[in-house]
């Protein structure tokens, strides 16, 4: 079993719609958890980082994180076709510099 | 440069070869790190570089990878006969300091696409 899982998609929803992405983990030991955004052919960039339960919210973007649940979710509200990416989640090793990452889903939003 | 450049974008090789590939971290960025991103798949760590030091190799797969920083800033990555398996995208990122355990935000390159034939 992995330490994150990641439902890797393609995630299809059409223009205006809040999108829910999320991660599941193993390690309760993790402390920082990161969403990235990947375009096709470019390096991740990052998008929102947590790390306590609860939620954070930047513009049209909120992350979720549940640690009783070893659940993360990242919500996209008023998609646009410009979220089109595939976007990675990421976790911190405590004790070390390493960061765990899903294997990202590919989302697409349809005009 | 304002980003993480990586240099080539993209290289073709034979099975057996060997091959270099490079990273210019964004000037004054102390920490450099080594992915390799396989097709569907997350970045996978590497390397960890702190100054010129590889603090934490523990992800290199095997003997025929090895990556230095002699000065502190570029980072050459370097695979050795090299195998049909070692074809992914490279990527490479810096941040400027951080702590163990923590947030850092790493900035990352656009990356090098390996292909061994």
């Known amino acids: 079993q992995k330490e994150v899982e990641q439902d890797p998609g393609p995630l299809s929803v059409p223009e205006g719609a809040i999108v829910s992405l999320n991660c599941t983990y193993s390690?309760?030991?993790?402390?920082?958890f990161m969403w990235y955004r990947q375009y096709s052919r470019k390096g991740p960039e990052l998008l929102m980082y947590?790390?306590?339960?609860g939620n954070k919210e930047d513009g049209r973007f909120t992350a979720q994180v549940d640690k009783s649940s070893k659940y993360i979710s990242l919500f996209i509200r008023d998609s646009q076709p410009s979220d089109s990416a595939t976007y990675l989640c990421?976790?911190?090793?405590?004790?070390?510099?390493?960061?765990?990452f899903g294997t990202g889903t590919r989302l697409k939003v349809l005009a | 440069g304002a980003g993480v450049s990586q240099t080539p974008s993209n290289k073709v090789t034979e099975k057996g070869k060997y091959v270099e590939l490079r990273c210019d971290p964004i000037?004054?960025?102390?920490?450099l790190y080594w992915y390799r991103q396989s097709l569907g798949q997350g970045p996978e760590f590497l390397i960890y570089?702190?100054?010129?030091?590889?603090?934490?190799d523990s992800g290199l797969p095997n003997d025929r990878f090895f990556a230095v920083r002699p000065e502190g800033s570029v980072s050459t990555l370097k695979i050795q006969r090299t195998e049909r398996g070692d074809s992914a995208v490279y990527l490479c990122?810096?941040?400027?300091?951080?702590?163990?355990?923590?947030?850092?935000?790493?900035?990352f390159g656009p990356g090098t696409r390996l292909t061994v034939l």
């Open positions: 947590t790390y306590s339960s």
């Open positions: 000037s004054g960025h102390t920490a």
């Open positions: 990122a810096s941040w400027s300091s951080g702590t163990s355990g923590g947030y850092n935000e790493q900035f």
């Open positions: 390690n309760s030991a993790f402390q920082y």
């Open positions: 990421a976790m911190s090793v405590p004790g070390t510099y390493k960061y765990i």
């Open positions: 570089f702190q100054g010129t030091g590889a603090a934490d």
